[in-house]
């Protein structure tokens, strides 16, 4: 296949240096990544601790998986949006590994931005345990008769799809007018992802999401599923996008802007 037709992979990987973490731009994109992901997580663990003690901790409904969906689908449209024009509004360590495999972010920017996230999900969690009179942060867990190898495979599917539509609407130079409804679309993505995932796994499709409630909750259970799965999607969304779809060509961009 011709090479116009698709782009080596890896060949715009950037390690970057030491340098990038003292960088004000970068410590001020870090910053904002830390306190996108703590709204979100704050909403989205939240929204969930909230329906528990509305419910008495009734098992899981139907009922709840939409409200966890609506929670994360608005609270990730804010995130992204709020973070969009400072960090590229990751909030998500997933997101982050794919716009490193894309050449999008250097190695060690994106380890900054993955502590930002890990710590902003941390601080949520330790500020609704607090204010809630120390309810439980619950952790994520496997849903009655699926297998780890079931849940594997489902995160990997959801997050493959949650990056692939971060890259189509905000990273595509050729996005056009399309980039002004990113943070909507991720939102979407991500309410969808947990309408269809949610009985099954919990449908984190983000490490940083998983880690602060298993952390503050110290449950440990199948948590690499919750880091694996999401690491391997992205990365196989990053990859599939840089390789067959996004352009370096001098050809004329639209002028919209992310």
Not at 177 to 203: D, K, S
Request: proline residues 5%; contains cysteine; negative net charge.
């Amino acid at each position: 296949m011709s090479s116009e037709f698709f782009n080596v992979p890896f060949r715009r990987v950037a390690i970057g240096n030491q340098d990038d973490f003292r960088q004000p731009g970068a410590i001020k994109a870090a910053l904002a990544e830390f306190i996108s992901t703590l709204i979100f997580v704050f909403a989205g663990e939240g929204s969930g601790m909230a329906y528990n003690k509305l419910t008495g901790n009734a098992p899981s409904s139907p009922a709840g998986l939409v409200s966890a969906a609506v929670a994360h689908a608005f609270g990730l449209f804010v995130a992204v949006s709020i973070s969009a024009n400072i960090s590229g509004g990751h909030v998500n360590p997933a997101v982050t590994f794919g716009l490193f495999l894309g050449g999008n972010i250097s190695l060690f920017r994106g380890i900054l931005y993955i502590i930002a996230q890990l710590l902003g999900s941390v601080v949520a969690c330790l500020l609704l345990l607090f204010s809630t009179g120390g309810l439980e942060t619950s952790a994520f867990a496997l849903g009655a008769d699926v297998s780890v190898w079931n849940a594997f495979v489902f995160e990997i599917v959801m997050t493959f799809g949650l990056v692939y539509t971060v890259y189509a609407t905000a990273v595509d130079p050729k996005k056009g007018e399309v980039g002004i409804i990113a943070p909507i679309a991720i939102g979407f993505i991500v309410g969808a992802n947990i309408l269809a995932g949610g009985a099954f796994t919990g449908a984190s499709m983000n490490p940083a999401v998983s880690f602060g409630p298993a952390l503050v909750s110290f449950t440990w259970t199948h948590h690499w599923v919750y880091w694996a799965g999401p690491l391997i999607g992205g990365g196989l969304a990053g990859i599939v996008y840089e390789v067959f779809f996004i352009s370096h060509s001098h050809e004329p961009l639209p002028g919209s802007e992310y």
